[in-house]
């Protein structure tokens, strides 16, 4: 069993930046790949950003690509994700999720483990 929780979250405007945190829980959590997703109102949730077990591979969304950077910190059993130059269209939920496997995937319904959210806001 993992369990997460994100942290972070907040308003910032236009061409801010902010750095979200999720903390895990659990003595597996190094095995762990670990994503990042989002969801805006009235929208589907959607990846963002994915970082493997071992921290040495990562993968983005498009419209993530040169602003934002995952990372993982297997002896704090954390991972973030840096958000730089944000947008207005960035606001939503973010959520990170922990997957048992050592794959790249980037759709939500193959990760095991979900935190409970946290509200990025982007005023322009």
């Known amino acids: 069993q993992v369990q997460l929780v994100e942290s972070g979250g907040g308003l910032v405007q236009t061409g801010g930046s902010l750095r979200l945190s999720c903390r895990a829980s659990?003595?597996?959590?190094?095995?762990?790949?670990m994503g990042w997703f989002r969801q805006a109102p009235g929208k589907e949730r959607e990846f963002v950003a994915f970082?493997?077990?071992?921290?040495?591979?990562?993968y983005y969304a498009d419209f993530a690509k040169g602003r934002f950077a995952i990372s993982k910190d297997n002896a704090k059993n954390t991972v973030y994700l840096q958000m730089n130059s944000l947008k207005p269209e960035d606001t939503a939920s973010y959520y990170c999720?922990?997957?048992?496997?050592?794959?790249?995937?980037?759709?939500?319904?193959?990760?095991?483990?979900w935190g409970q959210g946290t509200q990025v806001t982007v005023s322009s």
């Open positions: 659990g003595r597996t959590f190094s095995t762990y790949g």
């Open positions: 999720a922990a997957g048992n496997t050592r794959a790249l995937i980037t759709t939500a319904r193959r990760y095991d483990y």
């Open positions: 970082i493997d077990w071992s921290g040495g591979t990562t």
